[in-house]
């Protein structure tokens, strides 16, 4: 990023107000939150449409909402969010990062597939493991529990791990 005399972030008032209002009206609406499922929810509103009788007989869908519940609001609430972000942003958005392009060039289709990978992973991983886990970093870090903490060093460890792993060392860095 070019270092110049204009900001590259939002106002922080209005951004600050932004994600309050957000917060309420969710809090209002659905009540307060506990995880970011929504994938699932939607899911099993899909099963419940097209096999009732195995949404019905599998505890997992069981312990879950169904669609309309925060949940799928929540996740499209941050599609929504995120498309409104990167095209009010000040500076543009690159869709292929300025790292990636310089190790796999700058073909956004090979970019789109490791990210919707990642992020299945990451998505299928918190459901087998029962729950959400951004949640328990940034609930349990502000809590101070032990499990939170521990889980945001190995969170943090695994992703540095992975972005040597991916990208090398860096020269200057």
């Given at each position: 990023?070019?270092?110049?005399?204009?900001s590259a972030y939002w106002n922080i008032y209005p951004a600050a107000i932004a994600?309050?209002?957000i917060i309420v009206f969710i809090f209002a609406t659905f009540g307060p939150p506990a995880s970011s499922s929504g994938f699932v929810?939607?899911?099993?509103?899909?099963?419940?449409?097209?096999?009732?009788?195995?949404?019905a007989s599998k505890a997992h869908y069981q312990s879950i909402p169904g669609p309309g519940s925060w949940l799928l609001a929540f996740v499209l609430g941050m599609a929504i969010g995120g498309f409104i972000a990167g095209r009010t942003f000040?500076?543009?958005?690159?869709?292929?990062?300025?790292i990636w392009e310089?190790?796999?060039?700058?073909?956004?289709?090979?970019?789109?597939v490791v990210t919707f990978?990642?992020?299945?992973?990451?998505?299928?991983s918190s459901r087998l493991a029962g729950g959400c886990t951004l949640g328990l970093f940034i609930?349990?870090?502000a809590q101070l529990a032990v499990s939170g903490l521990y889980f945001g060093a190995l969170i943090f460890g695994a992703a540095m791990l992975t972005s040597r792993l991916i990208y090398g060392r860096?020269?200057?860095r």
């Open positions: 990023m070019k270092n110049n005399n204009t994600l309050a209002g929810s939607a899911l099993k509103g899909l099963l419940q449409a097209v096999a009732p009788d195995y949404a000040p500076q543009p958005v690159r869709d292929v990062p300025e310089a190790k796999f060039g700058p073909g956004r289709l090979r970019r789109y990978t990642g992020g299945f992973l990451i998505l299928f609930s349990g870090s860096q020269k200057g």
